[in-house]
């Protein structure tokens, strides 16, 4: 995705209280735009997730240049990164789901190599096809 | 008790598993399947209670929400990388939808599943969090499409790029959309090693993918079932 490892060292030159202060102020403008896509997505008239909403907006206002990279740079890069983390909790919600896996585990191992292995090929092919056409 | 050791002790196996994947890099060593693994037999054999667990980690769960909305960062990092191929990537992240959604919801219930099964099924080739969203509001089992989430990125990246020589996609721009569509970040990080180029279509294609799949996947659910 990006260098995360150049973007860390530009930051450990920062000193102590400038690096707090960078830290939350990306952090802020993250919760400001996830607040304002989940008060956009109650008043939708249909479920839609306010953190995809979120993202929109923030992507319009980075390229509006509403928002500055930098801004978000640090925090968001150190989110990104252990953002696997966050989902530790919700995977071990599985321990609730043990009967529904074992009655299914053909059904789930047959969707996990059929579906991946099918995306991979047909989508592989029809960009592969698409942009063949584009450059002719 | 638990609910002020689940915290700690999810971050401490967390980064142990982290730093045993970075000794040993092997796939089914990635630091989520191992710690979640760790997590479930630590449960299984001291019958823990998952709710008090839940509580004690809703720091980290609290997390989740942010960590969609920071994804709009590399989608604008990248975009000047593809400006000009972006039609063809979003015809080729829809038709990805479209087969994640008509596999899961129609195939996997003739072999035997469950709507919920399936649902759960629907979302397991985008990035984690958004899977999660599509999952909770097709009715699915949000954990289930967690663990599939991971699976499916670790079985992508291993093997997409002998597949690819297999049915020959040698285009690399090709090999990078179709890895994003299919294995999400984990392929995403599997193919930029190799190549830089299939590494930032690969990692816009998972993005457009996923924003695709929330929007579309719970209204075709609300019109078909």
């Known amino acids: ?136 | 008790m638990l609910f002020y050791l689940a915290l700690p002790c999810t971050l401490l196996i967390f980064f142990a598993s982290k730093a045993l994947y970075a000794i040993k890099p092997w796939a089914i060593f990635h630091p989520f399947l191992l710690s979640v693994g760790s997590l479930l037999l630590l449960h299984y054999f001291l019958k823990l209670d998952y709710l008090e667990y839940a509580r004690g980690t809703s720091l980290l769960t609290a997390l989740l929400e942010p960590a969609i909305v920071i994804l709009a960062l590399p989608l604008y990092l990248q975009l000047h990388l593809i400006k000009e191929k972006f039609n063809i990537i979003v015809s080729a992240c829809l038709l990805a939808v479209l087969i994640a959604f008509s596999c899961a919801l129609f195939l996997m219930p003739l072999l035997g599943a469950d709507l919920v099964t399936a649902a759960s099924l629907a979302g397991q080739h985008v990035t984690t969090p958004i899977a999660m969203e599509i999952s909770d509001s097709l009715n699915g089992i949000p954990s289930l499409t967690a663990a599939m989430v991971v699976c499916v990125g670790i079985f992508g990246g291993s093997i997409g790029l002998v597949f690819y020589k297999l049915c020959g996609i040698k285009d690399n721009q090709a090999q990078g959309v179709a890895m994003g569509c299919a294995a999400h970040a984990l392929g995403t990080a599997k193919i930029m090693e190799t190549d830089k180029v299939a590494g930032a279509f690969a990692s816009i294609s998972l993005i457009i993918c996923a924003i695709l799949s929330a929007i579309l996947m719970p209204l075709l659910y609300a019109v078909l079932f």
Do not use: C
Not at chain 1, 30 to 47: A, M, T
Not at chain 1, 93 to 103: V, Y
Not at chain 1, 117 to 124: C, E, F, K, R
């Open chain 1, 1 to 136: 995705m990006m260098n995360f490892n150049t973007l860390f060292l530009q930051f450990k030159k920062f000193k102590p209280v400038d690096k707090i202060v960078d830290f939350s102020r990306g952090f802020l403008i993250i919760l400001l735009f996830l607040s304002v896509g989940k008060l956009i997505s109650s008043y939708l008239p249909f479920s839609f997730p306010g953190s995809i909403l979120g993202l929109l907006l923030l992507f319009s206002a980075l390229n509006l240049r509403l928002i500055k990279v930098e801004w978000i740079m640090i925090s968001g890069s150190l989110l990104l990164k252990y953002m696997a983390l966050l989902f530790v909790p919700v995977g071990v919600g599985l321990t609730n789901h043990f009967a529904l896996i074992f009655d299914h585990w053909f059904v789930i191992t047959f969707s996990f190599f059929f579906t991946t292995l099918l995306i991979l090929l047909s989508v592989g092919h029809l960009y592969q096809f698409l942009n063949k056409k584009e450059d002719l």
